[in-house]
């Protein structure tokens, strides 16, 4: 390789490296962008930038150009209070700078002469706004994913609060417009989160698998993408951009145990009109729901290093009621009676239910001001007896077990190398494992009633 091809291959990977500078935007991170200038507008160059992150104490730099203009590129997401020094003029804090998942806030500074009596002055809150792109984007953010009441607890069921966004019946999978489910795309921390084979999420989360894959407690926000999003989000009709939860200098924790049994519950209308129809009386469909866990977060160093834990464990049972409405027949022939027989033998109703347990460990460490590395893992074992196939004609026999196990691993290191030039390198791997398993090794025999 002579030394012309070797200077190409670096200015190829520079230029790569520095229109992902100039582009990024999105992935797991946010940033932060604007003007300084003085009160006549004049634009101030030179001027020294500093981002704090309220919770880490984490410290990014940056200075405006000749033209005024600044850039934080890689923030993840989170509070930051912004200060803004310049010789000769009064220092400006900006205090609860929200930076969600994707984000691109425009943030002006005006600064002021300095005089004896004003040398800081704190700003009040003000809203953020967009105004270098225009996607079509949804923010559930941090406060939502807590309060917000979710039947099952899949975070996912959030996105169904974006306009146009419904359940595909067809898949299970969410419909963007009116699109099939397996357009769309689940990227986690910055990491392509989908099973190419299923085109679904990773372990059929949401489509009567297994419930989830991430706990609702490890999500701290996400960002929904519709339409007009940056090209690193390529390949998908929508993209759903999450962040899930990091460490902070406070320790903190969480705990949580939902559950539900049918002595809760109302007896079920459908069991009710089949009963009165065949004159028959049915129990109370037994349910029975357990959802526990909790988390927990922390530093391992302060101000450089932090830890967070996440556990999610699900017990469901209930039954698979069979309404099979045998005619009577009089003298029936040897024939016809091994048939009843062995329709009579599974008719009777059956337990299935959905287990799950879900794990999350993440890190995060600042090396220096312009390194941070994070590494998280997330691990999912859902064991569904029964669910494969259900329904009032549908015998224990012809349904069978859900597997679905999966394993995330997700390293990535954001560099800052210089005012213009920014780095991120991800490494992840991923372990998506369903299987199913038959309830009986007979032939499958399908009764038809009707008639």
């Known amino acids: 390789m002579n030394a012309v091809t070797v200077r190409w291959i670096v200015g190829l990977c520079l230029v790569a490296m520095t229109y992902a500078a100039v582009g990024f935007a999105q992935g797991d991170q946010g940033s932060i962008e604007?003007?300084?200038?003085?009160?006549?507008?004049?634009?101030?160059?030179n001027a020294w930038l500093t981002a704090t992150n309220t919770s880490s104490s984490a410290e990014y730099t940056a200075d405006s150009n000749q033209e005024g203009l600044y850039c934080f590129l890689l923030l993840p997401t989170g509070i930051y209070d912004l200060k803004v020094r310049k010789s000769g003029f009064a220092e400006v804090l900006q205090k609860g700078v929200r930076i969600t998942v994707g984000a691109k806030a425009n943030l002006d500074f005006v600064l002021r002469i300095a005089t004896s009596q004003n040398s800081v002055d704190v700003v009040d809150k003000v809203p953020l706004l967009e105004t270098s792109r225009t996607p079509v984007t949804f923010t559930v953010d941090k406060a939502s994913v807590a309060n917000l009441p979710a039947n099952g607890r899949n975070f996912m069921d959030f996105v169904l609060l974006v306009p146009g966004v419904t359940r595909d019946v067809r898949t299970g999978e969410l419909s963007f417009a009116g699109q099939r489910g397996v357009l769309n795309s689940l990227s986690v921390d910055g990491f392509d989160n989908n099973n190419t084979f299923f085109a679904q999420a990773t372990g059929?989360?949401?489509?009567?698998?297994?419930?989830?894959?991430?706990?609702?407690?490890?999500?701290?926000?996400?960002?929904?993408?519709?339409?007009?999003?940056?090209?690193?989000?390529?390949?998908?009709?929508?993209?759903?951009?999450?962040?899930?939860?990091?460490?902070?200098?406070s320790l903190h924790g969480t705990g949580f145990w939902f559950y539900r049994d049918r002595a809760l519950t109302a007896f079920d209308p459908i069991v009710k009109l089949n009963d009165e129809h065949a004159g028959t009386s049915s129990p109370k469909p037994s349910y029975h729901l357990n959802q526990f866990g909790g988390n927990i977060g922390g530093p391992i160093k302060i101000d450089r290093a932090f830890f967070f834990f996440n556990y999610d464990g699900q017990r469901n049972a209930q039954t698979n009621q069979v309404h099979l409405q045998i005619p009577a027949i009089e003298d029936p022939t040897i024939f016809q009676q091994n048939a009843i027989d062995y329709l009579q033998a599974r008719s009777g109703s059956w337990e299935n239910g959905e287990n799950q347990d879900t794990y999350l460990i993440k890190g995060d460490w600042e090396l220096n001001q312009n390194h941070n590395l994070s590494i998280r893992w997330n691990s999912q074992r859902f064991h569904g007896p029964g669910i494969e196939n259900g329904g009032p004609l549908i015998s224990f026999e012809d349904s069978g077990t859900s597997i679905a196990n999966t394993d995330t691993i997700g390293a990535s290191l954001a560099s800052v190398i210089s005012t213009s030039l920014i780095n991120v390198f991800r490494f992840g791997y991923l372990i998506d494992h369903e299987a199913g398993r038959a309830n009986s090794d007979l032939p499958r025999a399908i009764v038809s009633e009707g008639g």
């Open 34 to 45: 604007g003007i300084v200038a003085d009160q006549s507008g004049a634009r101030i160059p």
């Open 204 to 249: 059929g989360a949401g489509t009567g698998r297994a419930p989830y894959q991430f706990s609702l407690d490890s999500v701290q926000e996400f960002q929904v993408n519709s339409n007009s999003f940056s090209a690193e989000l390529g390949r998908s009709a929508a993209v759903v951009n999450v962040v899930t939860k990091s460490g902070s200098n």
